[in-house]
């Protein structure tokens, strides 16, 4: 008779699978809750401690660390000496294994956890018990996901034992779903020491879908989201449309990123290839949504929309009339749902915006390597500002290279972006000179350049940039300063009457 070796936390399906072993003729070994669960289905599995003829201990934590546990799995059973062995100390083959473990991530996320809770809920003879038995998936199969219970049960019933490619499979699920339990751990003990560079870094997603393709139409690709539940488009629930696309998710993370900078006020963010092509501020959503159409119309058709107030049926009536791919929003009224779901394919997720705002770490891949940052998340308030030239900029002109100063932070470098009345007007984006940024953001604001504040991500290293703003009206400007040549952009100003601001820090996106 085979024998199974049963020890689980999360039981979905497990009655029905145990009980299909047993229809094939297989003994149960099980442990604790997992036995009781049986015993209540009317299934009569073997106790651990009558295998091992050694009771549980230490509450438990120690069960199934022996060697009548580990030799049954980790005998090579084509080797006569390992056989041998086994016989000489009364040890039976198990021949199946499916365990899965103790919850660590969902303890770590449970609203005041202790410490102490947290530590309890490492599982050790769990990731021992799959490690032994995978190693030696040539003779077992190894289960630690109930989606596998079916296919393994029907491959028993059919040839008597599981597949050698089944079992390759699921050993290597196995090592994947063990080093995954122990990035967790690791990710968890090493933010409570405060280390944000270790010397080494394992870090784990679990995947939410396949994507049709990657950036282009040859590239495959799946989209991931990690640990933490975050404000973040990998938390969101799509109502209605198609699939999300590779671009529409990178779309939509740069379009989130620049509303979580405008908390407190009524916000609406358009964004074009991960750069924002409109951004307004207003008294309410609608009013919002208004300015950001305005600032770029033509560049918003297709594009992403994310707003951080419910979208009610007037908005969602301006919504529909445009072509868009996604709308983001913390949620959708009932009329305005069924507005916009008239348009088949367009995407409209509901993202929580109480979801915590990460203060986690940037991860950008290179060729066999992996760039980690902190996330910019700096914010620049008016008492942080420090006027260089001879005119100080009026109330309203704060106001605004303030919100220029939001935007700026959030468009590839060299970035310039003009700001009026509370919408963007222009914006020069990922260009190889600050001086082609700037006319860039000002041809496509036309007249609505005179008056406007202009924002640059970086200093001025030469006074060209302040020049073209000269010649387009601008009024104030805003930037980092700290060039060796920064008097020459501040005489610049000075002759012709216009304010300019120091923040001391840079925005550069790359």
Not at 205 to 220: A, I, S, T
Not at 350 to 355: G, I, N, P, Q, V
Not at 451 to 466: E, N, Q, R, Y
Request: hydrophobic content about 40%.
């Amino acid at each position: 008779m085979k024998r199974a070796l049963v020890s689980v936390s999360d039981k979905t399906g497990l009655v029905e699978f145990v009980q299909g072993l047993v229809d094939c003729g297989y003994e149960i070994i099980s442990t604790g809750g997992t036995k009781k669960a049986l015993e209540a289905a009317g299934i009569h599995p073997i106790g651990i401690s009558d295998v091992t003829g050694f009771p549980e201990i230490m509450d438990g934590r120690v069960k199934t660390l022996h060697p009548k546990v580990h030799g049954a799995l980790l005998c090579v059973r084509s080797n006569p000496d390992h056989v041998r062995q086994l016989q000489e100390l009364g040890i039976e083959y198990i021949d199946l294994v499916c365990v899965n473990l103790y919850p660590f991530k969902e303890t770590v996320l449970k609203p005041g956890v202790t410490h102490e809770e947290i530590i309890e809920n490492i599982d050790i003879g769990g990731p021992s018990m799959l490690r032994s038995a995978s190693k030696n998936y040539q003779s077992i199969p190894v289960l630690c996901d109930p989606k596998d219970y079916d296919k393994v049960l029907e491959e028993i019933r059919e040839n008597h034992e599981t597949t050698l490619e089944t079992r390759e499979r699921l050993a290597a699920k196995v090592f994947r779903h063990t080093a995954r339990y122990d990035a967790m751990i690791a990710d968890y003990l090493t933010k409570k020491t405060h280390e944000e560079f270790p010397e080494s870094m394992t870090i784990t997603f679990d995947k939410v879908q396949d994507l049709r393709y990657g950036e282009n139409p040859h590239q495959k690709a799946a989209f991931y989201k990690g640990m933490n539940p975050q404000y973040s488009l990998a938390n969101a629930t799509q109502l209605h449309g198609k699939e999300l696309s590779y671009n529409n998710i990178q779309d939509g993370n740069a379009a989130i990123e620049i509303l979580k900078d405008f908390e407190g006020q009524f916000a609406a963010v358009g964004v074009k290839h991960m750069n924002p092509c409109g951004v307004g501020i207003g008294e309410n959503i609608e009013a919002a949504w208004d300015k950001a159409y305005e600032a770029d119309s033509i560049s918003i058709f297709g594009g992403i929309v994310a707003l951080n107030a419910k979208v009610e049926k007037g908005l969602a009536e301006k919504l529909s009339k445009i072509f868009l791919e996604i709308i983001i929003a913390p949620d959708f009224s009932e009329e305005a749902l069924e507005i916009l779901t008239r348009k088949k394919n367009i995407r409209l997720m509901k993202l929580d915006t109480s979801l915590s705002v990460s203060s986690a770490l940037k991860y950008t891949n290179v060729n066999d390597g992996l760039l980690v940052q902190e996330m910019d998340q700096h914010i620049i308030n008016e008492e942080d500002l420090k006027c260089v030239t001879n005119r100080k900029p009026t109330e309203e002109e704060i106001k605004q290279l303030l919100f220029g100063w939001k935007v700026v932070k959030h468009v590839k470098s060299n970035a310039i972006v003009l700001a009026k009345n509370d919408m963007t007007v222009g914006v020069g984006a990922g260009q190889m000179n600050r001086v082609g940024a700037a006319k860039i953001a000002i041809e496509q604001a036309g007249e609505k350049a005179k008056g406007s504040v202009l924002a640059s991500d970086a200093f001025f290293p030469m006074p060209d940039t302040v020049q073209e703003a000269i010649k387009a009206g601008v009024t104030a400007i805003i930037q980092p300063g700290g060039s060796i040549k920064d008097q020459l952009s501040i005489d610049e100003c000075n002759e012709h009457g216009i304010t300019m601001v120091f923040t001391g820090v840079r925005h550069f996106k790359h």
